[in-house]
């Protein structure tokens, strides 16, 4: 019997239409009427329990099918407790400027624009994770060890402290960090093939180990994406030159500056609303923490070290697990660690201190030069004997690549007015990125934190744009008559950065 003849005879028995019910032929030496009246009286005793019983297997298996497939297209959200596995990406995702970098949402997609053409792109990069600043990894090792001397009974969840041997080092990356910036070279590559198949980046980095080692392993990242294209120009003169620019009061440094005395006063005093919000969060968990580890008599300060612990433990790993340092606090407690953070970014490097901008109006001059063709005029923390250069300040190229850190690019970001819409941050209560129009330290300035200025040609027109992406979320540009896909037209986008053509406050830097 085919398929089909079955389908239709199984449909029939089912709705109880004999009429077309056919039955298999029986040998020819059977008594067929036996047989039938046997078979019949069969069917007419038990079809209820046959119906029942296939409407029960055909049941079974839509709502089989019906879990499996909501299981399959739905994402759990984090309840809130700590080792939920779906809370840990979000516990990962908000521990301020110590957080890796991730894809942020994004109200307008990151994509390139359909029938636009990227014609020139300019990343900065912060480094890739690290240990702790060597002032901090002191700090840390030395919690640890009045701990291990003063604890004696540790509460639960706490135990793993006792046998925990503090060994991070201090300022250069973590392997990692060497891997995310690796993958941040194979990324930007990918974005800008049509570009990067047929040229190469102009490269700068700040002179701090961490930063030049972040260049080359984004190299080692690009040139490894560039070998893999068969597309590609097969000239590749690996390694790629990279300008260094020494860091300190006696060079100018656009990308580290370190020239505005009052800049460094305002930074220090600004600090008290982070010390409000500190004041208002971190006592429960102070005292919680010295409840579980009774003779550390921990103070506030130490309490949020504690915490720093989590993050940086984590990059010590080389597949970022997350340290059992993390599983000591609530989901809701690291929403306000990131806030905490998020509030010294912004008042001590970005929109709250009112020098902030001025530290990154000299990039800012780079980078309308670049997009222009045009010198760079600036007065402020630019290099005039590195920008005067052909050589190594270059305005043909299609591409180019700065390495950073995160409090110099809190200042450009400033300077660029990225963040111009998120009002002052309050420290008596959280906002998060949402409110803040994307601002969180998290979002903004993570480790390997980047920022893409593309400039492109669009359907035709005679005039170039301009977007600007920050962690792959599209930053609705200011006054220069964005459109719905975040487009400025470069004429526009230029006149919009009249704060950095005017030098900032440069002035007050040595009133």
């Known amino acids: 019997m085919d398929f089909s003849n079955l389908k239709r005879q199984l449909a029939a028995f089912v709705t109880g239409d004999r009429d077309r019910y056919q039955y298999t032929l029986v040998p020819r030496d059977a008594d067929r009427d036996k047989i039938q009246r046997r078979a019949t009286t069969w069917y007419d005793r038990n079809i209820s329990t046959v119906r029942l019983a296939l409407c029960l297997v055909l049941c079974a298996v839509l709502i089989s099918f019906s879990m499996s497939f909501m299981q399959s297209t739905s994402t759990p959200s984090c309840t809130g407790f700590t080792r939920d596995r779906h809370c840990r990406k979000e516990i990962a995702h908000s521990w301020g400027q110590y957080t890796s970098s991730f894809s942020v949402p994004s109200e307008i997609s990151p994509s390139v624009p359909e029938n636009c053409e ?37 509460g639960n969840h706490f135990k793993f402290i006792k046998d925990y041997k503090y060994t991070l080092g201090a300022d250069q990356l973590t392997r990692y960090g060497e891997n995310q910036m690796i993958n941040a070279g194979l990324l930007f590559y990918e974005r800008y093939k049509q570009l990067a198949s047929s040229h190469l980046p102009f490269i700068r980095a700040s002179g701090q180990n ?122 809701e407690e690291w929403h306000n660690y990131n806030y905490y953070q998020s509030l010294g970014k912004w008042y001590g490097y970005g929109n709250g201190n009112p020098l902030g901008p001025t530290q990154g109006v000299g990039f800012v001059n780079e980078l309308l030069a670049r997009l222009t063709g045009e010198p760079v005029i600036d007065h402020t923390t630019t290099n005039s004997t590195l920008d005067g250069s052909k050589s190594t300040f270059p305005l ?36 998060g990125p949402h409110e803040t129009f994307g601002f969180s330290a998290s979002w903004v300035v993570p480790f390997a934190s980047r920022l893409y200025v593309e400039k492109m040609t669009c359907g035709g027109e005679e005039e170039e744009f301009v977007r600007i992406l920050v962690n792959d979320r599209v930053i609705p540009l200011q006054n220069c008559g964005a459109d719905e896909l975040g487009l400025c037209t470069l004429g526009r986008f230029v006149e919009s950065q009249s704060f950095a053509r005017n030098g900032g406050h440069w002035d007050m830097c040595f009133a």
């Open 396 to 431: 043909n190229h299609h591409l180019y690549a700065d390495f950073s850190h995160d409090n110099d690019m809190m200042d450009i970001f400033a300077a660029l007015g990225l963040y111009n819409l998120t009002d002052p941050l309050p420290s008596g209560r959280r906002v």
């Open 118 to 154: 990227v014609t020139f792109a300019q990343l900065l990069s912060r480094h890739g994770a690290r240990y702790p600043t060597a002032h901090k990894s002191l700090a840390y090792g030395a919690i640890v060890d009045r701990i291990h001397d003063n604890v004696k009974d540790y």
């Open 210 to 331: 961490r930063v030049v080692v972040s260049a080359k392993n984004w190299t080692q990242g690009f040139h490894t994406a560039r070998q893999a294209d068969i597309d590609a120009d097969p000239s590749d003169p690996y390694p790629y030159d990279i300008l260094v620019i020494p860091e300190g009061t006696n060079f100018n440094n656009s990308l580290s500056p370190d020239l505005c005395p009052a800049f460094e006063e305002e930074r220090y005093a600004v600090q008290d609303e982070q010390v409000t919000w500190r004041e208002k969060f971190v006592s429960p968990i102070a005292e919680r923490l010295n409840e579980n580890l009774p003779g550390a008599n921990l103070s506030d300060q130490e309490a949020i070290y504690m915490m720093d612990m989590c993050p940086f433990v984590t990059v010590t790993n080389d597949r970022g697990k997350l340290s059992e340092f993390c599983y000591l606090y609530t989901v």
